[in-house]
T-cell receptor, first 114, second 110 residues
Framework: GAGVSQTPSNKVTEKGKYVELRCDPISGHTALYWYRQSLGQGPEFLIYFQGTGAADDSGLPNDRFFAVRPEGSVSTLKIQRTERGDSAVYLC????????????FGPGTRLLVL | EDQVTQSPEALRLQEGESSSLNCSYTVSGLRGLFWYRQDPGKGPEFLFTLYSAGEEKEKERLKATLTKKESFLHITAPKPEDSATYLCAVNAGNNRKLIWGLGTSLAVNP
């Protein structure tokens, strides 16, 4: 694919609901990253995958957040029992092999929890 | 503690008025410094990667430079379409994550 794609582009949900956000990285990129961005802030790191495994999940705020990448390509970020404070733009990025290399970002998913 | 600071927070220029954005960092063992541009409602768009002090990279009206303590993004004769937030991020040491600045919001008036 030409770039990183994310679906949906927008998601509105109610407090307490479960949501899944999808990321399709650049073909051949083994490293994949999830970030969260609030207005006026830089991206906040959530989790980094190397292949199928989570190499660093230290940014996940609590156990309501979980991410998978079962085949080393597409990744899904899952948020259980959503809270209003989860409202943000969720960004996905990929790089060829690791964080010392350039990360290319998708357009983001705008999540609004009512 | 590893830290990245960008200045100014906001900058307003007239079209054609050249200026520079600053990204200062305090990290151990720089492995890469990255500049991105972000337009409202979009993901960050990659501009430059710099790996060692003295390195410079250029693209159209933008030029990025790197020293041991900071990086500058020079904008020469900017146009209104250069209006965006410019983000700086650093990968250092054994960190598996990027450390991000808060960005500089640039507005170029016609």
């Amino acid at each position: 694919g030409a770039g990183v794609s994310q679906t949906p582009s927008n998601k509105v949900t109610e407090k307490g609901k479960y949501v899944e956000l999808r990321c399709d990285p650049i073909s051949g990129h083994t490293a994949l990253y999830w970030y969260r961005q609030s207005l006026g802030q830089g991206p906040e790191f959530l989790i980094y995958f190397q292949g199928t495994g989570a190499a660093d999940d230290s940014g996940l705020p609590n156990d309501r957040f979980f991410a998978v990448r079962p085949e080393g390509s597409v990744s899904t970020l899952k948020i259980q029992r959503t809270e209003r404070g989860d409202s943000a733009v969720y960004l996905c990025a990929s790089s060829l092999s690791g964080p010392q290399e350039t990360q290319y970002f998708g357009p983001g998913t705008r999540l609004l929890v009512l | 503690e590893d830290q990245v600071t960008q200045s100014p927070e906001a900058l307003r220029l007239q079209e054609g008025e050249s200026s520079s954005l600053n990204c200062s960092y305090t990290v151990s063992g720089l492995r890469g410094l990255f500049w991105y541009r972000q337009d409202p409602g979009k993901g960050p768009e990659f501009l430059f990667t710099l790996y060692s002090a003295g390195e410079e990279k250029e693209k159209e009206r933008l030029k990025a430079t790197l020293t041991k303590k900071e990086s500058f993004l020079h904008i020469t004769a900017p146009k209104p379409e250069d209006s965006a937030t410019y983000l700086c991020a650093v990968n250092a040491g054994n960190n598996r994550k990027l450390i991000w600045g808060l960005g500089t919001s640039l507005a170029v008036n016609p």
